[in-house]
């Protein structure tokens, strides 16, 4: 049974570090892409970052890029997002996926079109929190 289970998320001041993690059973991280996802109330679900399995190639948005950092322990299935220098604006539900295709999906087709194929595994997210 594939599950993907969020975690570290919480309530951080401005300025503010947090380390989520992501664990994977039922399936080889090896061959999977790993992407972080967020989504604010009322907002459209984005991507935040994304890791490739083969080329290492990695993807960030630009409104995280220097301040957020992925990387994954393929040993331990599990993959992380280190967020630093947090900002009111980064506040959401933070999710992962995993495809082995991800990340070209969601580079060329966007999020949408990957939540409406269905065809990629999804945690239940974990919640992030910026406040004074």
């Known amino acids: 049974q594939v599950q993907l289970v969020e975690s570290g998320g919480g309530l951080v001041q401005p300025g503010g570090s947090l380390r989520l993690s992501c664990a994977t059973s039922?399936?080889?991280?090896?061959?999977?892409?790993i992407g972080w996802f967020r989504q604010a109330p009322g907002k459209e679900r984005e991507a935040v970052s994304c890791s490739k399995a083969r080329d290492g190639r990695i993807d960030y948005a630009d409104s995280v890029k220097g301040r957020f950092t992925i990387s994954r322990d393929n040993a331990k299935n599990t993959v992380y997002l280190q967020m630093n220098n947090l900002k009111p604006e980064d506040p959401a539900v933070y999710y992962c996926a995993a495809n082995p295709a991800l990340c070209d999906t969601v580079r060329a087709l966007g999020v949408e079109f990957v939540l409406s194929r269905g065809e990629s595994y999804w945690g239940r997210g974990t919640q992030v929190a910026v406040s004074p």
């Open positions: 039922g399936f080889t991280l090896d061959y999977y892409a």
